[in-house]
Nanobody, 128 residues
Framework: VQLVESGGGLVQPGGSLRLSCAVS????????IGWFRQSPGKDREGVSC????????DYNSDVKGRFTISTDNAKNTVYLQMNNLKPEDTAVYYC??????????????????????WGQGTQVTVSS
């Protein structure tokens, strides 16, 4: 399965962006899809995940209420709508697919699960 992210860019604090993750080689129902991010000097962290097979959705507490994950099954694409962006949201954002359907992330206390397939990432910069 291949994943390609798009939609990153430079935005001012308080602004919005919508990231897209186009999935090919399989359908969304066969995987949990997650968005992760990593900024320089920090560990990669989970942002949000969705498993269309059972409707599971989860969010990092830092983005809950500001970010929304959704899917377009006809386009085999997962979106991450990001509103009220903050400078601390600046990072490279990756989408990833997990054949073990590890979403939600409640049971992963110390570290997020390492998904099986990854995209190349898209840069999001929040700055005035």
């Amino acid at each position: 399965v291949q994943l390609v992210e798009s939609g990153g860019g430079l935005v001012q604090p308080g602004g919005s962006l919508r990231l897209s993750c186009a999935v090919s080689g399989s359908t969304l129902a066969n995987y949990a899809i997650g968005w992760f991010r990593q900024s320089p000097g920090k560990d990669r962290e989970g942002v949000s995940c969705i498993a269309t097979a059972d409707g599971s959705i989860d969010y990092n507490s830092d983005v809950k209420g500001r970010f929304t994950i959704s899917t377009d099954n006809a386009k085999n694409t997962v979106y991450l709508q990001m509103n009220n962006l903050k400078p601390e949201d600046t990072a490279v954002y990756y989408c990833a697919a997990d054949k073990w359907f590890r979403c939600p992330w409640d049971e992963y206390v110390n570290s997020y699960p390492d998904y099986d397939f990854w995209g190349q990432g898209t840069q999001v910069t929040v700055s005035s």
